[in-house]
């Protein structure tokens, strides 16, 4: 029996394949004399965090990494502070390099797949009041 809509959901998040991906599996094998075969019924078990393989690009992670934002399980919102200490000149050269650091980790494939949206808002630290 084959399995129909397997890689539905599925797309690599380095170059966007969603045509073929390899996945480390486990599989469930009849084994005899005369050599080994895949056995009859469920014989192939993966999960989200079983190593898959894009053939196209080489980019490599967990399975849940590969899933595209509409198969994610749904989700509770949850607040995620990151506190970043920037060397600047003045206020909008550190404006300046927090965007670049924002715009860096919005790229990296394991936050897209945890914020497929992007960082949603952006606060800046509160200008410092000068003492007399």
């Known amino acids: 029996m084959t399995s129909k809509n397997c890689i539905e959901g599925l797309r690599c998040p380095e170059c966007g394949n969603e045509t073929r991906l390899l996945i480390i ?3 469930v094998a009849e084994v005899t ?4 075969e895949l056995a009859d019924g469920d014989g192939l078990d993966w999960s989200d965090k079983s190593h898959t ?18 198969t994610l399980p749904s989700r509770k919102p949850y607040r995620i502070r ?4 920037i060397t600047a000149a003045d206020r909008e050269q550190a404006e300046r390099r927090m965007s670049l650091v924002c715009s860096d980790i919005e790229k990296r494939p394991w936050v897209v797949a945890v914020l497929p949206d992007g960082i949603e808002e952006r606060i800046p630290v509160p200008k410092r009041k000068e003492s007399p």
Request: charged content about 20%; proline content about 7%; overall charge negative.
């Open 53 to 70: 393989f894009c053939p196209e690009c080489k980019h490599g992670g967990p399975l849940t990494g590969f899933r595209t934002s509409t």
């Open 82 to 85: 990151i506190e970043v200490d």
């Open 33 to 36: 004399d005369n050599g080994a």
């Open 25 to 27: 599996a486990t599989a």
